[in-house]
């Protein structure tokens, strides 16, 4: 067997020092995310947390940084992630835009709301995140470089 690690993505929008927040059930339970979700082919780090965002909260989501890479294995599932989480502001929402199975429904929740939440949060890479995001700590977007198929070597 090939060992791969999933590729994922997620989202810090705040607003009014309200955080975006996702609330979906997994193994049937509910938990709190960002907004994330996995990286598909053919498709940018960026554009993925731009499409993420709209699916799982109906809000178009404007990058304008990169908090971090974040390497995290699960203990339950054995499934290591390779996540880019990136901050940005949302423009618009889409009140027409159908969330994707699974989301409950997406939130603004304070800091306070969040941590009190701890024990309801998807992975570590939750708190870790938002903890990196309050720090300050931000990179360029053209970090990240695409390179195409095409291009020559």
């Known amino acids: 067997m090939v060992w791969k690690p999933r590729v994922t993505v997620a989202v810090i929008a705040e607003q009014s020092a309200r955080y975006l927040m996702v609330e979906e059930v997994v193994a049937g339970r509910p938990v709190f995310n960002q907004p994330a979700g996995h990286l598909e082919d053919g498709e940018s780090l960026v554009a993925a947390a731009v499409r993420e965002c709209l699916e799982e909260t109906a809000w178009q989501f ?5 908090i971090g890479l974040y390497r995290w294995r699960s203990a ?12 940005g502001h949302c423009i618009e929402r889409l009140a027409e835009t159908e969330l994707d199975t699974g989301i409950v429904a997406a939130h603004w929740l304070t800091w306070d709301e969040i941590e009190a939440r701890q024990t309801q949060l998807r992975s570590p890479l939750v708190m870790h995140s938002l903890r990196d995001y309050v720090r300050g700590k931000r ?3 053209d970090l990240l470089v695409d390179i195409d198929g095409n291009a020559a070597p």
């Open 62 to 66: 404007q990058p304008e940084a990169l």
């Open 139 to 141: 990179y360029p977007l």
């Open 76 to 87: 339950r599932k054995q499934d290591t992630f390779l996540r880019a989480t990136f901050c």
